[in-house]
Every structure is written in C-alpha cells, then in structure tokens.
C-alpha cells in the first residue's frame, strides 16, 4: 500500500513537474495539483511517504522523495512534516548517490529551511555536511536548492561560522557557482547567497 502511493504519486508528480506556464489554464492545473498534495496530506500521507524514504529500495526512496517534495509545497504537508520529524530522512536523502533523490529531497529541505525554528534541527542533523553535498552536485536544480537552503540558514550564527571556517568547502563551492557555471540561473543565485553571506557577518 505505501509503495503503491509512492509510486502512483511519484508518477503523477513527474508528470507534472514540467512548468506549467507555457500551458493554457495553468494556473487551474496548479490549483488541482496542490489540493491533490493537501488530499494526501489528509488521508495521513506523510508518515508513510517518509517509511518510504528511509527504506532500502532506491527506487522506493526515489518515489517516495518525489512524493514528499509536492507535499513539502503545502502549508499542510510541511506541518505534517515537522510533526514527523522528517528532517533526520530528509537530509540522509540529500546524501543520496541518486540524482533525483537527492534534488527531490533537498527541495524538500529548502521548504523546510523556511522556517527559522527548524535551523537548528536542521545543523543538528548534519544538514550543512549534506548542503555541501548538494552544492558539488552536476546536477543543477540541485545546485540551485541547496543554495536556496545555505541562503534561508545564512543568519543563523551557527551556520555562519561553519561556513566561514571553511571547514565545509561551501564558500569554495558557491564561488564554483558563480564563476564556472554555465547556467545564468545559477550564477545569479549563486551570486545572491555570496550576498547574503556577506549581509549576515
């Protein structure tokens, strides 16, 4: 049953990932998309979404990461989330060696980050250790959530020094952003957390 909700779920997600915007009536197919997410969330979704990804099928782990990041894009789905204690899998997932693991969960970490009094729970974790990971990923969408998740940590005092020490190699790694990538996405994300680092000394 679970690993049927993963995959069904999965599915439906990476159906839906392309962006939605160059479509006619987007805008009602995003709507669709995230009272779906907020129906799972109320069927008790979450709790087996994350069995899902602490399993030891890579492909499970794969669907279910898929899964949790469209839940992880609801108000619902991150309380749920929180309620779990789904950052310790979360971050075990952004470790992952499988590209879209790994992007999808650290997707879900970004929304996570959005919350200030998750921070800590997040460095406790080893979610900066992780972060790094993401950073010298090839994979851009990758690269881009993980400096969405370094910039929302940034004034964090902790973080701030970790990063500064460059213990980590995450100073080293966003500068590689900014510098060599190829992607003009990247490069300006990357260039707006060297910001935001600089703002948070």
Same mark, same amino acid.
């Given at each position: 049953m679970v690993l049927k909700l993963c995959c069904d779920a999965s599915l439906w997600r990476h159906k839906m990932q392309k962006p939605l915007t160059v479509y006619c009536g987007a805008s009602s197919i995003y709507a669709k998309k995230q009272q779906l997410a907020v129906d799972v969330c109320h069927l008790g979704g979450v709790q087996p979404v994350l069995k899902c990804i602490q399993g030891k099928d890579k492909d499970t782990r794969?669907?279910?990461? @898929? &899964?949790?990041? &469209?839940l992880a894009a609801t108000a619902l789905g991150l309380e749920q989330m929180r309620s779990c204690s789904a950052i310790p899998p979360v971050i075990a997932c !952004?470790?992952?060696?499988? !590209?879209?693991?790994?992007?999808? /969960? !650290? +997707? +879900? =970490?970004? /929304?996570?980050?959005?919350?200030?009094?998750?921070?800590? =729970? &997040?460095?406790?974790?080893?979610?900066?250790? @992780? *972060? +790094?990971?993401?950073?010298?990923?090839?994979? !851009?969408?990758?690269?881009?959530?993980?400096?969405?998740c370094?910039? =929302?940590?940034a004034f964090n005092s902790q973080v701030h020094k970790a990063v500064k020490d460059g213990s980590l190699g995450i *100073?080293?790694? *966003? +500068?590689?952003? @900014?510098?060599?990538?190829n992607d003009p996405e990247l490069v300006i994300v990357a260039k707006d957390v060297q910001a935001?680092?600089?703002?948070s000394a």
């Open positions: 794969r669907n279910g990461c @898929a &899964v949790l990041s &469209v !952004v470790r992952d060696n499988d !590209v879209r693991t790994r992007r999808d /969960a !650290v +997707s +879900s =970490l970004a /929304a996570l980050c959005e919350n200030e009094s998750d921070h800590n =729970l &997040v460095i406790q974790a080893g979610g900066l250790k @992780a *972060i +790094s990971i993401g950073l010298d990923s090839k994979d !851009v969408e990758t690269q881009k959530w993980s400096l969405r370094i910039k =929302l940590l *100073i080293e790694s *966003i +500068s590689r952003c @900014a510098l060599d990538s935001a680092i600089s703002m």
